[in-house]
C-alpha cells in the first residue's frame, strides 16, 4: 500500500521560510516524477513544483519560482519543498504526488498517489 505523508506546515509570517516533507512508504520518490500541488480557498488545486525520476530535472509555477525549491532524498525515501519568502497568497493547503511517468507533469492526472496534505498559513 501506497503511502504520501506531508508534514512541516504552520503558521508564519510573510517574509519567513518552511520546508515541507513528504515521507513515502509503499514505494519509493525514485520511481516516478513527484509533484507538490496546493489548494487555496476557494479555489482550485494547482501545480506548484515537480521533480523529475531522475532529480535531475524540475518544474515550478511561475508564482513560485525564485523562492522554492522542490528536492528529494532516495536515501531517506523523502521529498521536499523548501518555501522561501513567503508571502499571504502562498496560504493553501499543500499536497505531495507521486506520478504515473518519470518526466514532469502539471496535470493532476498525471499523479496516481496523493498525500492527505498539509496546511500552510502564511500572515501578512
Known amino acids: 500500500q501506497v503511502q504520501l505523508v506531508e508534514s512541516g506546515g504552520g503558521l508564519v509570517q510573510a517574509g519567513d521560510s518552511l520546508r515541507l516533507s513528504c515521507a513515502a512508504s509503499g514505494r519509493t520518490v525514485g520511481s516516478s516524477a513527484m509533484g507538490w500541488f496546493r489548494q487555496a480557498p476557494g479555489k482550485e488545486r494547482e501545480f506548484v513544483a515537480g521533480i523529475n525520476l531522475s532529480g535531475s530535472n524540475t518544474d515550478y509555477a511561475n508564482a513560485v519560482r525564485g523562492r522554492f525549491t522542490i528536492s528529494k532524498n532516495n536515501t531517506e525515501n523523502t521529498m521536499y519543498l523548501q518555501m522561501n519568502n513567503l508571502k499571504s497568497e502562498d496560504t493553501a493547503v499543500y499536497y505531495c504526488?507521486?506520478?504515473?511517468?518519470?518526466?514532469?507533469?502539471?496535470?493532476?492526472?498525471?499523479?496516481?498517489?496523493w498525500g492527505q496534505g498539509t496546511q500552510v498559513t502564511v500572515s501578512s
Open positions: 504526488a507521486a506520478g504515473r511517468y518519470a518526466f514532469i507533469l502539471r496535470q493532476q492526472n498525471a499523479y496516481a498517489y
